[in-house]
Protein backbone atom coordinates (compact mmCIF):
# COMPACT_ATOMS: atom_id res chain seq x y z
CA UNK A 1 0.00 0.00 0.00
CA UNK A 2 1.20 3.54 -1.30
CA UNK A 3 1.25 6.04 1.54
CA UNK A 4 1.38 9.47 0.87
CA UNK A 5 1.76 12.26 3.32
CA UNK A 6 0.18 15.53 2.37
CA UNK A 7 0.81 18.88 4.48
CA UNK A 8 0.60 22.56 4.58
CA UNK A 9 0.42 25.37 6.40
CA UNK A 10 -3.13 27.11 7.10
CA UNK A 11 -4.59 28.59 4.39
CA UNK A 12 -2.56 26.72 1.60
CA UNK A 13 -5.39 24.62 0.27
CA UNK A 14 -5.52 21.43 2.07
CA UNK A 15 -9.24 21.11 1.99
CA UNK A 16 -9.90 21.62 -1.41
CA UNK A 17 -6.38 19.15 -2.36
CA UNK A 18 -7.55 16.85 -0.17
CA UNK A 19 -11.19 16.49 -1.37
CA UNK A 20 -9.80 16.23 -4.96
CA UNK A 21 -7.97 12.79 -3.96
CA UNK A 22 -11.42 11.58 -2.07
CA UNK A 23 -13.20 12.41 -5.11
CA UNK A 24 -10.58 10.06 -7.28
CA UNK A 25 -11.39 7.54 -4.20
CA UNK A 26 -8.52 7.48 -2.22
CA UNK A 27 -8.96 6.89 1.10
CA UNK A 28 -8.42 9.98 3.24
CA UNK A 29 -7.49 10.40 6.91
CA UNK A 30 -7.19 14.27 8.01
CA UNK A 31 -5.26 14.94 11.70
CA UNK A 32 -7.60 18.20 12.13
CA UNK A 33 -10.46 16.21 12.22
CA UNK A 34 -9.34 13.50 14.44
CA UNK A 35 -8.21 16.13 16.98
CA UNK A 36 -11.47 17.64 16.63
CA UNK A 37 -13.16 13.93 17.34
CA UNK A 38 -10.90 13.51 20.40
CA UNK A 39 -11.88 17.06 22.16
CA UNK A 40 -15.91 16.77 20.74
CA UNK A 41 -18.90 15.33 23.04
CA UNK A 42 -17.50 11.80 24.25
CA UNK A 43 -13.87 12.08 22.92
CA UNK A 44 -11.36 9.85 24.20
CA UNK A 45 -8.46 13.08 25.10
CA UNK A 46 -11.86 15.06 26.70
CA UNK A 47 -10.74 13.43 30.28
CA UNK A 48 -6.95 13.79 29.44
CA UNK A 49 -7.72 17.71 28.64
CA UNK A 50 -9.37 18.42 31.35
CA UNK A 51 -7.09 16.64 34.06
CA UNK A 52 -4.72 19.02 32.54
CA UNK A 53 -6.20 22.07 32.07
CA UNK A 54 -8.99 21.98 34.93
CA UNK A 55 -11.96 24.27 33.77
CA UNK A 56 -11.40 23.95 29.44
CA UNK A 57 -14.73 21.51 29.27
CA UNK A 58 -17.92 22.07 28.70
CA UNK A 59 -20.95 19.43 28.93
CA UNK A 60 -18.95 16.40 28.06
CA UNK A 61 -16.66 18.10 25.62
CA UNK A 62 -13.17 20.26 25.43
CA UNK A 63 -13.90 24.19 24.68
CA UNK A 64 -11.38 24.91 22.00
CA UNK A 65 -11.97 28.86 22.71
CA UNK A 66 -10.79 28.40 26.19
CA UNK A 67 -8.71 25.87 25.80
CA UNK A 68 -6.44 28.03 23.37
CA UNK A 69 -6.61 30.68 26.20
CA UNK A 70 -4.89 28.58 28.12
CA UNK A 71 -1.77 27.15 25.39
CA UNK A 72 -1.75 29.86 22.90
CA UNK A 73 1.47 31.81 23.47
CA UNK A 74 2.46 29.00 26.13
CA UNK A 75 5.26 26.29 25.40
CA UNK A 76 4.94 24.92 28.22
CA UNK A 77 1.25 24.34 28.01
CA UNK A 78 1.30 23.56 24.20
CA UNK A 79 4.17 20.94 24.58
CA UNK A 80 1.66 19.39 27.75
CA UNK A 81 -1.26 19.44 24.96
CA UNK A 82 0.70 17.81 22.45
CA UNK A 83 2.10 15.25 24.53
CA UNK A 84 -1.99 14.16 25.26
CA UNK A 85 -2.80 14.35 21.59
CA UNK A 86 -0.10 12.99 19.74
CA UNK A 87 -0.14 9.65 20.44
CA UNK A 88 -4.00 9.17 20.34
CA UNK A 89 -3.18 10.78 16.86
CA UNK A 90 -0.99 8.49 15.77
CA UNK A 91 -3.07 5.60 17.18
CA UNK A 92 -5.47 6.64 14.90
CA UNK A 93 -3.78 6.66 12.12
CA UNK A 94 -2.42 3.36 12.46
CA UNK A 95 -5.77 2.18 12.50
CA UNK A 96 -6.96 4.00 9.46
CA UNK A 97 -3.96 2.28 7.58
CA UNK A 98 -4.41 -1.33 9.03
CA UNK A 99 -7.85 -1.08 7.65
CA UNK A 100 -7.46 0.55 4.21
CA UNK A 101 -4.42 -2.74 4.13
CA UNK A 102 -7.79 -5.24 4.78
CA UNK A 103 -9.33 -3.67 2.38
CA UNK A 104 -6.43 -3.59 -0.08
CA UNK A 105 -6.57 -0.21 -0.99
CA UNK A 106 -3.65 0.60 -3.45
CA UNK A 107 -3.35 4.27 -2.45
CA UNK A 108 -4.23 6.07 1.03
CA UNK A 109 -3.38 9.93 1.76
CA UNK A 110 -3.00 11.18 5.40
CA UNK A 111 -3.53 14.68 5.66
CA UNK A 112 -1.00 16.13 8.72
CA UNK A 113 -0.43 20.20 9.01
CA UNK A 114 2.95 19.13 10.76
CA UNK A 115 4.06 16.37 8.93
CA UNK A 116 7.73 17.53 8.77
CA UNK A 117 7.81 19.47 12.13
CA UNK A 118 6.94 16.07 14.20
CA UNK A 119 9.08 13.58 11.11
CA UNK A 120 6.11 12.22 9.74
CA UNK A 121 7.41 11.91 6.56
CA UNK A 122 9.54 8.75 8.02
CA UNK A 123 6.08 6.76 7.48
CA UNK A 124 5.19 7.84 3.83
CA UNK A 125 6.31 6.73 0.29
CA UNK A 126 5.57 10.23 -0.96
CA UNK A 127 5.27 13.76 0.57
CA UNK A 128 2.97 16.37 -1.03
CA UNK A 129 2.95 19.99 0.27
CA UNK A 130 0.12 22.04 -0.69
CA UNK A 131 1.20 25.37 -0.76
CA UNK A 132 0.49 29.30 -2.58
CA UNK A 133 1.70 32.59 -1.91
CA UNK A 134 1.92 34.74 1.29
CA UNK A 135 -0.55 37.00 0.07
CA UNK A 136 -3.02 34.68 -1.54
CA UNK A 137 -2.20 32.58 2.19
CA UNK A 138 -2.74 36.05 4.34
CA UNK A 139 -6.12 37.00 2.48
CA UNK A 140 -7.46 33.59 2.92
CA UNK A 141 -7.04 33.25 6.55
CA UNK A 142 -7.08 37.00 7.48
CA UNK A 143 -11.25 36.22 5.60
CA UNK A 144 -12.14 33.07 8.22
CA UNK A 145 -14.27 34.67 11.41
CA UNK A 146 -12.25 35.89 14.18
CA UNK A 147 -8.18 35.56 12.90
CA UNK A 148 -6.08 38.76 13.19
CA UNK A 149 -2.84 39.26 11.58
CA UNK A 150 -1.02 38.56 14.91
CA UNK A 151 -2.98 34.68 14.87
CA UNK A 152 -1.46 34.40 11.41
CA UNK A 153 2.12 35.22 12.29
CA UNK A 154 1.80 33.24 15.62
CA UNK A 155 0.76 30.74 13.27
CA UNK A 156 3.50 30.93 10.64
CA UNK A 157 6.28 31.01 13.19
CA UNK A 158 5.17 28.12 15.20
CA UNK A 159 5.50 25.90 11.91
CA UNK A 160 8.51 25.37 9.60
CA UNK A 161 8.80 28.18 7.31
CA UNK A 162 7.32 27.15 3.41
CA UNK A 163 10.43 27.29 1.76
CA UNK A 164 12.00 24.83 4.14
CA UNK A 165 8.89 22.43 3.41
CA UNK A 166 9.31 23.21 -0.21
CA UNK A 167 12.91 21.26 0.01
CA UNK A 168 11.98 18.27 1.58
CA UNK A 169 8.73 17.67 -0.15
CA UNK A 170 8.56 15.17 -3.30
CA UNK A 171 6.16 17.16 -4.71
CA UNK A 172 4.82 20.52 -4.21
CA UNK A 173 1.06 22.04 -5.33
CA UNK A 174 0.46 25.43 -5.52
CA UNK A 175 -3.19 26.09 -4.61
CA UNK A 176 -2.42 29.89 -5.58
CA UNK A 177 -3.06 29.26 -9.70
CA UNK A 178 -6.85 28.30 -9.35
CA UNK A 179 -8.39 24.63 -9.36
CA UNK A 180 -7.65 23.02 -12.51
CA UNK A 181 -4.03 23.12 -11.89
CA UNK A 182 -4.29 21.60 -8.87
CA UNK A 183 -6.46 18.95 -10.32
CA UNK A 184 -4.10 18.10 -12.90
CA UNK A 185 -1.51 18.06 -10.36
CA UNK A 186 -3.28 15.37 -8.06
CA UNK A 187 -3.54 13.43 -11.40
CA UNK A 188 0.13 12.81 -11.84
CA UNK A 189 1.03 12.10 -8.48
CA UNK A 190 -1.52 9.28 -8.22
CA UNK A 191 -0.45 8.12 -11.98
CA UNK A 192 3.34 8.28 -10.13
CA UNK A 193 1.65 6.16 -6.85
CA UNK A 194 -0.27 3.94 -8.26
CA UNK A 195 3.18 3.07 -10.45
CA UNK A 196 5.54 2.18 -7.72
CA UNK A 197 5.30 -0.48 -4.57
CA UNK A 198 4.81 1.18 -1.23
CA UNK A 199 5.18 -0.52 2.64
CA UNK A 200 3.48 -3.67 3.45
CA UNK A 201 0.57 -3.30 5.83
CA UNK A 202 0.20 -4.22 8.94
CA UNK A 203 3.66 -3.88 9.72
CA UNK A 204 4.95 -7.83 10.61
CA UNK A 205 7.46 -5.66 13.58
CA UNK A 206 5.50 -3.19 14.58
CA UNK A 207 7.42 -0.95 12.93
CA UNK A 208 6.69 1.10 9.25
CA UNK A 209 8.81 -0.75 6.41
CA UNK A 210 9.13 1.52 3.91
CA UNK A 211 8.44 0.52 0.56
CA UNK A 212 10.90 1.22 -2.57
CA UNK A 213 9.34 3.95 -3.63
CA UNK A 214 10.48 6.86 -2.17
CA UNK A 215 13.85 6.80 -3.32
CA UNK A 216 12.96 6.61 -6.93
CA UNK A 217 10.31 9.52 -6.99
CA UNK A 218 10.38 11.47 -10.38
CA UNK A 219 12.11 14.76 -10.09
CA UNK A 220 9.09 16.53 -12.26
CA UNK A 221 7.22 15.79 -9.61
CA UNK A 222 8.53 18.98 -7.02
CA UNK A 223 7.46 20.95 -9.92
CA UNK A 224 4.07 20.32 -10.26
Known amino acids: MFVIGLTGSIGMGKSTTTAMFRKRGVPVQDADAIVHGLMALGGKAVPAIEAAFPGVTKDGAVDRTELGKRVFGDPAALKKLESI ?27 VPLLFETHGERKCDMTVLVTAPHFVQ ?24 DAAKRRLADAVVNTGLGKRPVRRAVAKILKQAKSRRGRIWPPRTGRYTPGSARPIILSWLRKI
Open 138 to 161: ASRVLARPGVTRDRLDAIRNKQMP
Open 85 to 111: LHPMVSAERMGFLRRAALRRKRVVLVD
